[in-house]
């Protein structure tokens, strides 16, 4: 079984702080991706990277920065917490090769910056 | 970059009515094409995909999607819904070019069925 693990369910930070979402999958999966999950507009992808070192941007990094230091683990930091980043945070993992190319999905980490 | 469409919002439907859920996107190259769903508290799961073939793809649950390349479509579709597919359903389109394949979601359906 596929597991992509997030490293926090629910996270409370204050304006301002430096937040770490951590993100590790277990199945050797070439390409990360950075969700944010928001009512009504689906999911936005901030980040990925399809290599170890690599990363492009997405559709809304500004705010963000990601960290891909090893194959397994794709880290989220958000460099300065601000209110209109409170959503919930999704990571996926995907083989990068042809066949099979679905994304599995962590569980989500629900952050309010206050 | 490549954006995809999801048209319905918010679809409500009585049990045993049959379902379409549109989705189109942009990207004119090669592409791969996923249905997810959400079911209330859960984590996103995969409900079908096309990556080649026979553009009428089946999934889970009795879910089936058409791709329509000259429409740039892969609509979804069920033709007898339960209360237990209420949930929220999202589009996704991977672009197969380079190394770097960003993976695209539409804004998502919330499909409600009344019992």
């Known amino acids: 079984d596929v597991k992509v693990t997030q490293s926090s369910r629910y996270l409370v930070k204050r304006t301002g702080e430096k937040v770490f979402l951590e993100c590790v999958q277990d199945?050797?999966?070439?390409?990360m991706f950075w969700y944010r999950q928001d009512p009504g507009l689906g999911l936005r992808l901030i980040y990925f990277?399809?290599?170890?070192?690599?990363?492009e941007k997405g559709d809304i990094p500004e705010g963000y920065s990601v960290s891909r230091e090893k194959k397994e683990r794709f880290s989220l930091i958000l460099e300065s917490a601000s209110t209109n980043q409170t959503s919930m945070y999704l990571c996926?993992?995907?083989?990068?090769?042809?066949?099979?190319?679905?994304?599995?999905f962590g569980q989500g980490t629900r952050l309010t910056v206050v | 970059a490549q954006s995809v469409s999801q048209h319905n919002h918010h679809v409500i439907l009585s049990e045993a009515a049959s379902l379409e859920l549109g989705c189109n996107y942009s990207?004119?190259?090669?592409?791969?094409l996923f249905w997810y769903v959400q079911y209330p508290g859960q984590h996103l799961q995969l409900l079908l995909k096309?990556?080649?073939?026979?553009?009428l793809v089946k999934g889970i649950k009795g879910f089936e999607a058409e791709f329509i390349k000259s429409k740039f479509s892969f609509n979804l579709r069920k033709p007898s819904v339960q209360w237990s597919d209420t949930a929220e359903y999202f589009c996704?389109?991977?672009?197969?070019?380079?190394?770097?394949?960003?993976?695209?979601f539409g804004s998502g359906t919330q499909l409600t069925v009344l019992p």
């Open positions: 996926a993992s995907q083989t990068r090769g042809g066949g099979d190319t679905e994304a599995f």
């Open positions: 199945m050797d999966h070439e390409n």
């Open positions: 990277s399809y290599d170890v070192k690599m990363k």
């Open positions: 990207y004119g190259g090669t592409v791969n």
């Open positions: 096309y990556f080649s073939g026979d553009p």
């Open positions: 996704a389109v991977n672009e197969l070019s380079g190394s770097a394949r960003q993976l695209t």
